[in-house]
Nanobody, 123 residues
Framework: VQLQASGGGLVQAGDSLKLSCSGS????????IGWFRQAPGKTRRRVAVISDGSDLRDYSDSVKGRFTISRDDVKKTVYLQMDNLTPEDTAVYYCAAVQPWRWSRVTEKYRYWGRGTQVTVSS
């Protein structure tokens, strides 16, 4: 599977932004997809994960209640709706997939990574 993140930009604190992760290749619906972010000088961190079939969704504590992950397997796209953004959300956001039919919250388990999209939140 190949992935490409898009939708980033420059916004103000309190604004909303919706990221898209577009996939290509067969069996997109079988992949657990995660959103991750990396701020300057920091390690890449998990933000949200959605399982194949959307049965399971997981969020990091820092975004719980503000971000929502969803997927449309017909469009081969996973979304990250980000509300009430703060400057601490500033980072490059990546989407990634584990192997088919696997669930993981561990960043190192994700094998297929797309290019990131920059999100900058000004105060």
């Amino acid at each position: 599977v190949q992935l490409q993140a898009s939708g980033g930009g420059l916004v103000q604190a309190g604004d909303s932004l919706k990221l898209s992760c577009s996939g290509s290749g067969p069996n997109f619906s079988s992949y657990t997809i995660g959103w991750f972010r990396q701020a300057p000088g920091k390690t890449r961190r998990r933000v949200a994960v959605i399982s194949d079939g959307s049965d399971l969704r997981d969020y990091s504590d820092s975004v719980k209640g503000r971000f929502t992950i969803s997927r449309d397997d017909v469009k081969k796209t996973v979304y990250l709706q980000m509300d009430n953004l703060t400057p601490e959300d500033t980072a490059v956001y990546y989407c990634a997939a584990v192997q088919p039919w696997r669930w993981s919250r561990v960043t190192e388990k994700y094998r297929y990574w797309g290019r990131g999209t920059q999100v900058t939140v000004s105060s």
